[in-house]
């Protein structure tokens, strides 16, 4: 049975927050979440890179002078990748680095990465997350008085809220995410967890 402390806006702790692990994962595995993680940050490569081959660069492709009778080195056309100016021998092209897991591999790891955080005592479940108004200062305070305020955070509500959203996203250490967007990579990437009583709720719901 896992126990995490269950905290007010205000940092005050008004109860326990008690759960079965089996409700989000059988265990840890830490090559499949490896092999999320890696697979979350190919997906984030741009691969735009390009330079010119031989085929591309200007100038003609006919041979400079005949092949034997100048006393010269024999020479091709002024393209050839040795020559200044000439195209590259191994010219990079656009590359899409992106691919994709099983789906049921992704959740599964999703669920890991999240048991793991309140197994490392790196989890704070908040009673409730009231925003009336996007004010940078309310997170900024709620972050100050639950003691995270120092280290990189992970913000996680039930459904998408704007208000929310507007007054966390000028905190450089702040990461806003709904349940229907949390995934492994966000979630250990971040060093600290805080989710709502709704969102872990919802989540512990799904299978």
């Known amino acids: 049975m896992i126990s995490a402390p269950i905290r007010d806006m205000s940092g005050k702790e008004v109860g326990t927050y008690d759960f079965d692990p089996a409700d989000l994962a059988p265990g840890i595995n830490k090559q499949l979440l490896h092999d999320v993680v890696v697979m979350y940050e190919s997906n984030r490569r741009v691969g735009t890179v390009k330079t010119k081959s031989r085929a591309v660069v200007a100038g003609s492709k006919k041979k400079m002078y005949r092949q034997k009778g100048t006393g010269r080195a024999r020479a091709g056309n002024r393209r050839t990748p040795v020559r200044r100016g000439g195209g590259h021998a191994f010219a990079k092209v656009p590359k899409d680095w992106s691919y994709r897991l099983p789906k049921k591999a992704i959740r599964l790891a999703t669920r890991m990465a999240l048991l793991s955080k309140f197994q490392d005592g790196e989890a704070i479940v908040v009673d409730q997350l009231a925003v009336?108004?996007?004010?940078?200062?309310?997170?900024?305070?709620?972050?100050?008085?639950?003691?995270?305020?120092?280290?990189?955070?992970?913000?996680?509500?039930?459904?998408?809220?704007?208000?929310?959203?507007?007054?966390?996203?000028?905190?450089?250490?702040?990461?806003?995410?709904?349940?229907?967007?949390?995934?492994?990579?966000?979630?250990?990437?971040?060093?600290?967890?805080?989710?709502?009583?709704?969102?872990?709720?919802?989540?512990?719901?799904?299978?």
Do not use: F
């Not at 905190?171 to 229907?180: E, K």
């Open 132 to 207: 009336s108004e996007p004010k940078t200062r309310t997170i900024t305070a709620m972050l100050k008085a639950l003691g995270v305020n120092q280290q990189s955070c992970l913000l996680t509500i039930a459904v998408a809220n704007s208000e929310v959203w507007r007054s966390a996203r000028n905190i450089p250490t702040v990461q806003v995410s709904p349940c229907a967007d949390l995934n492994a990579y966000d979630l250990l990437h971040q060093k600290r967890l805080v989710i709502t009583r709704e969102a872990i709720d919802q989540l512990r719901a799904k299978e």
